[in-house]
């Protein structure tokens, strides 16, 4: 059964560093998300992407998020410079279309700044 | 501000038990109401519904969507400490681009022997 993938499971880094987390989202789906879960809180809305380009962003997106589809079956977050408070598991997710249809969720990045 | 409120918060229960899960919403723009399940890490899908009503059953879990108390149920019957875990509802909410789900906080069922 095809699934989304993500890598790493886990990325420690140092406040003020760089990380691109990489996703390979379901191959015949078009739309791809990326939500976070801060430890013990609700799974929040990041981004969403189709077509080579945001369709919406959440206010946690800001500039220091970017995302992309490099090629044909990654989709990558990057957080430019990242902050204490960007801990938390990062979830790629990927649907088919748009109306109606679910999401499914990879496996998680955990992201620890420290 | 769209809410989506999960309960109970917890709950433990014995196996065989039946469990039923609420979800209540204020969303504007509802397009349909996902159930997921969260045990160790990603939240794997379990049902979508929308406002047709149409009950949605997969083995001993259902779930339905009442449209006018603007709430979801999940009915887990014959429970088995393989159903514990986090369950999670979520909104599809129609905006002008995307498709975002916006969460609950969940209600952690843990099913003992």
């Known amino acids: 059964e095809p699934e989304v993938t993500q890598t790493p499971s886990h990325q420690v880094t140092q406040m003020g560093q760089e990380v691109i987390l990489r996703c390979v989202p379901i191959s015949n789906h078009l739309y791809f998300y990326w939500y976070r879960q801060i430890l013990g809180q609700k799974v929040e809305f990041l981004v969403s992407f189709y077509n080579n380009e945001i369709s919406e962003k959440s206010e946690i997106f800001d500039d220091q998020f970017s995302v992309e589809r490099p090629d044909g079956s990654n989709f990558t977050l990057k957080i430019r410079s990242t902050k204490l408070e960007d801990s938390a598991m990062y979830f790629c997710a990927s649907s088919r279309g748009w109306l109606y249809n679910e999401q499914f969720f990879g496996p998680g990045t955990r992201l620890t700044v420290l | 501000e769209d809410k989506v409120v999960q309960s109970p918060l917890s709950l433990v229960v014995h196996e065989g038990d039946t469990v039923t899960l609420n979800c209540s919403y204020e969303v504007t723009n509802f397009r349909s109401l996902l159930w997921y399940k969260q045990e160790k890490k990603a939240p794997t899908f379990l049902f979508m519904l929308?406002?047709?009503?149409i009950e949605k059953k997969s083995g001993r879990l259902s779930s339905i969507l009442d449209k006018k108390e603007l709430s979801s149920i999940l009915n887990i019957t014959a429970t088995q400490t393989g159903d514990s875990a986090i369950y999670l509802c979520a909104l599809t909410i129609l905006t002008g681009g995307g498709n975002k789900l916006t969460f609950g906080t969940g209600t952690q069922l843990k099913v003992e022997l």
């Open positions: 929308t406002s047709s009503g």
